[in-house]
């Protein structure tokens, strides 16, 4: 397809549990954001790829978080021991160029919804 | 601390009418804006930006307007249409969006037939 696609769509995990979302953001696109958005809020950042390299991890909440990008395209969002306060949806967005350029629209796929029980 | 604040969580028009959406931010240094359109079950998709260099960015029935002394923007849709029932969120960067975009909580627009 030619959006950015992410998968699962939904995923239910028990507390303690290891989750691994998976975002393929549109062919050639340079740059790539990981977001989470709790019910009522708007998107946080999380993290920032260009290309394969990890610029910006600011946003990740604690080191149970971690992702890559190793071939600068498909990345993985890992969330090790799952708690119930990890609960939201996890937006992927990406952009054809990096920050800076003028190309600041990114381009979001429609999320995995994570439910800690 | 909420950098950029939309403080009105819904918001109800007639179809025809304008829809004025507001957003206020803290950030001085913040200086590239965004609107983003958000359907159900959707990821947000871009609507329209300024940069702080402008006060106004017009796309078709959607225009922004930017006031930076008082760090507010707008967002006005004339005419409304239903299909534009939808949550709206406000986003502003610093430096083109390296650091990533900062959200608002958003606001529910609803069209009324």
């Known amino acids: 397809g030619a959006g950015v696609s992410q998968s699962p769509r939904y995923k239910v995990a028990k507390r303690g549990q290891d989750v691994a979302l998976r975002c393929d953001p549109i062919?050639?696109?340079?740059?790539l954001f990981w977001y989470q958005q709790a019910l009522g809020q708007g998107p946080e950042f999380l993290t920032y790829?260009?290309?394969?390299?990890?610029?910006?991890k600011s946003g990740l909440p604690s080191d149970r978080f971690f992702a890559e990008r190793p071939e600068g395209s498909v990345s993985t969002l890992k969330i090790q021991r799952t708690q119930q306060e990890d609960s939201a949806v996890y937006l992927c967005?990406?952009?054809?160029?990096?920050?800076?350029?003028?190309?600041?629209?990114?381009?979001f796929g429609s999320g995995t919804q994570l439910s800690v029980l | 601390d909420q950098q950029v604040k939309q403080n009105s969580p819904s918001l109800s028009v007639q179809e025809g009418r304008i829809s004025i959406l507001n957003c206020d931010y803290t950030n001085s240094m913040f200086d590239y804006f965004l609107w983003y359109k958000k359907y159900p079950a959707e990821g947000p998709t871009f609507l329209i930006s300024?940069?702080?260099?402008?006060d106004k960015n017009e796309d078709g029935r959607f225009t922004v307007f930017l006031n930076k002394s008082a760090k507010h923007l707008s967002l006005h849709i004339v005419p409304s249409q239903p299909g534009d029932s939808a949550v709206y969120f406000c986003?502003?960067?610093?430096?083109?969006?390296?650091?990533?975009?900062?959200f608002g909580k958003g606001t529910h627009l609803i069209i009324q037939p």
């Open positions: 986003a502003a960067s610093v430096g083109g969006g390296a650091d990533g975009l900062t």
């Open positions: 790829f260009q290309n394969e390299a990890q610029l910006d």
């Open positions: 300024i940069s702080s260099i402008k």
């Open positions: 967005a990406s952009s054809l160029l990096p920050p800076g350029t003028g190309a600041e629209k990114l381009f």
């Open positions: 062919s050639g696109h340079v740059s």
